[in-house]
């Protein structure tokens, strides 16, 4: 299996600050991606880190508010910018690779904001 | 389009009594079914897959079964322990070519299971 982490676990931050999280996976692998989870919600796509270019994002989602980047096969980080109380969530990095194992998505541990 | 409908909970059940978990889903493809689970205060992990129709995964007691047919992959489990208090999340992604490459997960809304001792 791949070995996600991500910094900060956790953190607090005033509203209209930005906030950047990044992800670190222990191998080289194909796809990237961002996940929102709200309070009591399930978990939302937020974009598709691509290496070398510019992230894929989904409906509802823009770079201006999360921009991402994607150095490498192994790192990605997502920034929350302007935040505002409702970005209040747990934000998760997800990782799919064919080299490590066929049809499986691996989750980091998440990284849980706080907007006041 | 692809889309997952869960039962919603929250569910409580009382110690080694059966669990099921709905799930049915709708998909253009080829997809592959997955059941995530969430502990308190935990990331989201992987609790089973399958990828085929009839294909039946499992895991720490818990079984889900790939209904073409009925497009469902239900959760199931014989006998629940407290420690099976969690957050259930199923999932689907899609390949648009059989053995192609998979989608991004698209998941359910999550259904809460809360066990009582």
């Known amino acids: 299996s791949a070995v996600i982490s991500q910094k900060p676990s956790r953190d607090i931050c005033q509203r209209g600050t930005s906030l950047t999280i990044q992800c670190q996976v222990d191998?080289?692998?194909?796809?990237m991606f961002w996940y929102r989870q709200q309070p009591g919600q399930s978990l939302t796509l937020i974009a598709t880190?691509?290496?070398?270019?510019?992230?894929?994002?989904e409906s509802g989602f823009v770079i201006d508010k999360f921009p991402i980047s994607r150095p490498n096969l192994t790192f990605s980080t997502l920034t929350v910018s302007n935040m505002s109380p409702e970005d209040s969530s747990i934000y998760l990095c997800?990782?799919?690779?064919?080299?490590?194992?066929?049809?499986?998505?691996?989750f980091g541990p998440g990284t849980r904001l706080t907007v006041l | 389009g692809n889309s997952v409908t869960q039962m919603e909970g929250p569910v409580t059940l009382s110690e080694e009594a059966f669990l099921t978990i709905n799930c049915t889903y709708t998909?253009?493809?080829?997809?592959?079914l997955f059941w995530y689970v969430q502990y308190p205060g935990e990331g989201l992990q992987l609790l089973l897959k399958?990828?085929?129709?009839?294909d039946k995964g499992s895991n720490k007691g818990f079984e889900a079964t790939y209904r073409k047919e009925t497009t469902s992959f239900h959760l199931e489990k014989g006998s629940v322990q407290v420690s099976d208090s969690a957050v259930y999340f199923c999932?689907?992604?899609?390949?648009?070519?059989?053995?192609?490459?998979?989608?991004?997960?698209?998941f359910g809304k999550g259904t809460k299971l809360s066990v009582k001792p």
């Open positions: 191998s080289q692998v194909t796809m």
């Open positions: 999932a689907l992604s899609v390949a648009l070519n059989y053995g192609g490459s998979q989608g991004n997960l698209i």
């Open positions: 997800s990782v799919f690779s064919a080299w490590v194992s066929y049809n499986e998505q691996f």
């Open positions: 399958a990828t085929k129709a009839d």
């Open positions: 998909a253009t493809g080829y997809p592959s």
């Open positions: 880190a691509n290496q070398g270019s510019e992230a894929t994002y």
